[in-house]
């Protein structure tokens, strides 16, 4: 059963601190997606790659967020410094391009 | 203080109803449209998808309907269960004119469904 899986699951950290949340895609899919989902805003698209290319990281912090895809199995998001307003539920997702995205478990990230 | 944050619209259902969920899409170039349950503490999970030429999908007890001319996609779910209780979110593509879309989904706000046994 292939699946999109995400780790770490949760995320404690303090302000300030470097976060790394890593994403392996389904085998195969060729397109990976960075999301952020919180009360406030809901799901928000943050940044996609697409052969392990970055397509769109416009809806990314530039200051502090990086995304990607050192090969074709590992997608990495990082925020470096972390700040409270950054404490979300992180989910990757994974396509083969143009067709259905499958999501991750999903990371809870707290900063404090 | 008062929070903000989004408020959903919500659906409460008896168990064994049908249960309709609605959703309006901004992008008249949209050319696929899905249906993404999710449950609490998990990601969001495929349910169903439709392709603009296409009215009506139907899957296992879910029907997808489009109308394109207002713009309009629903869900339908036969004979609910307690475990259809989930936030529904509709996410449309659009048309990949010029290569440029590479399948970025647009998630619409979401719908609580909640099933009382």
């Known amino acids: 059963d292939a699946r999109v899986t995400q780790t770490p699951r949760h995320k404690v950290t303090e302000m300030g601190q470097e976060v790394t949340m890593r994403c392996q895609p389904i085998l195969g899919h060729n397109t990976v997606f960075w999301y952020r989902q919180t009360m406030m805003q809901g799901l928000e698209l943050l940044a996609y790659?697409?052969?392990?290319?970055?397509?769109?990281d416009s809806g990314m912090p530039k200051d502090r967020f990086s995304a990607e895809m050192p090969d074709a199995t590992l997608a990495t998001l990082k925020i470096q410094p972390s700040e409270p307003r950054d404490s979300a539920v992180y989910f990757c997702?994974?396509?083969?391009?143009?067709?259905?995205?499958?999501f991750g478990p999903g990371t809870r990230l707290t900063v404090l | 203080g008062e929070s903000v944050g989004l408020h959903l619209p919500t659906l409460s259902v008896q168990e064994g109803d049908n249960s309709i969920i609605n959703c309006a899409y901004s992008?008249?170039?949209?050319?696929?449209f899905i249906w993404y349950k999710q449950e609490s503490g998990k990601g969001p999970q495929f349910i169903i998808d439709?392709?603009?030429?296409?009215d009506k999908r139907q899957g296992q007890r879910v029907t997808v309907l489009l109308n394109k001319t207002v713009k309009h996609l629903s869900l339908q779910i036969a004979a609910t269960q307690p475990g259809d209780s989930a936030v529904y979110f509709c996410?449309?593509?659009?048309?990949?004119?010029?290569?440029?879309?590479?399948?970025?989904?647009?998630f619409g706000q979401g719908t609580i469904l909640t099933v009382h046994p």
């Open positions: 996410a449309e593509i659009p048309s990949n004119a010029g290569g440029t879309s590479y399948g970025k989904l647009t």
């Open positions: 997702a994974s396509a083969q391009a143009g067709e259905t995205q499958y």
């Open positions: 790659f697409r052969n392990r290319a970055p397509l769109d």
């Open positions: 992008n008249s170039a949209s050319d696929y």
């Open positions: 439709i392709r603009s030429n296409m």
